[in-house]
């Protein structure tokens, strides 16, 4: 079954504490993005990922890493997460040419 | 000024009726734009790209007008399974995949 996976789907954690989410897609896609999604704001882009070792900046990039190692994988790590960053993650990958977004099933995330 | 705004709603409306959701964008430069669909606390679904010439896919028509720098959604034939939230997208640059979406319009079809 074509899908992007998150792990974890649920993590509570306190400030400062390093964490990573990672994201995965078996459909060969070249491009991911990680979202973050706030009541009243809507989603917002972090970062996003054209290739292998290629990333860029979204919206809201600050306070998130990203790497894209390996074509399927694109983990977003939080070097000192805060309590800002308590919010709804979405991983999202998509093919080059229509880039028609498929997306993971969220990661809810609470810093305290 | 947001960059894509969309009327947050919500839009009640009765079954078989027919609704309009707008959204605007204010970048020029922009070149790609779809419909998602996302159900409450789930992820967002494709729902259609919308091209120039406009398109259809059964209830669902999108419309593209690059002058007002507008797009629509138009859904006939409302269902109750029709009630979610609808997001705009927009690309920014061709070649590029920086998103913009809109807040999203919350719909609710009712019996």
């Known amino acids: 079954e074509a899908q992007v996976t998150q792990n974890p789907r649920y993590l509570i954690t306190v400030t400062g504490k390093k964490l990573t989410v990672t994201c995965s897609q078996n459909?060969?896609?070249?491009?991911m993005s990680w979202y973050r999604q706030d009541p009243g704001l809507g989603l917002r882009q972090i970062y996003y990922s054209m290739n292998v070792e290629v990333t860029d900046k979204g919206d809201v990039p600050e306070g998130y890493k990203v790497s894209r190692k390996e074509k399927r994988n694109f983990p977003l790590i939080l070097e000192s997460p805060s309590p800002n960053q308590t919010s709804l993650y979405f991983c999202a990958s998509s093919i080059r040419d229509t880039r028609e977004q498929y997306f993971g099933p969220g990661t809810r995330l609470t810093v305290t | 000024r947001k960059e894509v705004e969309q009327d947050p709603g919500p839009f009640n409306v009765p079954e078989g009726a027919t609704v309009a959701f707008n959204c605007t964008y204010s970048n020029s430069a922009s070149q790609s734009f779809f419909w998602y669909r996302q159900d409450c606390r789930k992820e967002p679904k494709l729902l259609m790209s919308?091209?120039?010439s406009g398109n259809e896919d059964g209830r669902f028509t999108a419309q593209l007008n690059r002058a007002s720098q507008y797009i629509s959604l138009l859904i006939r034939d409302s269902k109750l399974s029709d009630s979610a939230t609808y997001l705009c997208a927009v690309l920014r640059a061709t070649g590029g995949f920086k998103t913009i979406f809109g807040a999203g319009t919350r719909l609710f079809v009712k019996a």
């Open positions: 459909m060969n896609h070249e491009y």
């Open positions: 919308v091209y120039s």
